[in-house]
């Protein structure tokens, strides 16, 4: 049975960083895609960052490039994201990803019809 289990939200201010961790279990993520979305209240589930290929391959939403760096550590079997120059706009739930066969392209990367298995979910709360 594959979970996806995330950790590192928390409340910071703006200007300051976090790293969020996605532990995968039952699940060998290094030949599949992986993901991180974000929703915050009233609006849609986003694609924020996802990495593929075996992390030949990263695709950020244009919201976060330049401040957002999505990681992996197969021996962990662990999917990071680095987010630093956060701002109130990025306030939001964020939900770890993993497709079922490895599939995915620069168009599906980030989207989440793509994908079958979700975390719970880590708050993220940036204050300005």
Same mark, same amino acid.
């Given at each position: ?12 201010? *703006?200007?300051?960083? !976090?790293? !969020? ?85 620069? !168009?599906? *990367? ?19």
């Amino acid at each position: 049975q594959v979970q996806l289990v995330e950790s590192g939200g928390g409340s910071v201010q *703006a200007g300051g960083s !976090l790293r !969020l961790s996605c532990a995968a279990s039952g699940y060998t993520y290094s030949t599949k895609c992986m993901a991180w979305f974000r929703q915050a209240p009233g609006k849609e589930r986003e694609g924020v960052a996802s990495v593929y290929a075996g992390g030949s391959y990263k695709r950020y939403a244009d919201s976060v490039k330049g401040r957002f760096t999505i990681s992996q550590d197969y021996a962990k079997n662990t999917v990071y994201l680095q987010m630093s120059s956060l701002e109130p706009e990025d306030t939001a739930m964020y939900y770890c990803a993993a497709d079922r066969r490895g599939l995915c392209t620069e !168009l599906t *990367a980030i989207s989440k019809d793509h994908y079958s298995y979700w975390g719970q979910g880590t708050q993220v709360t940036v204050s300005s």
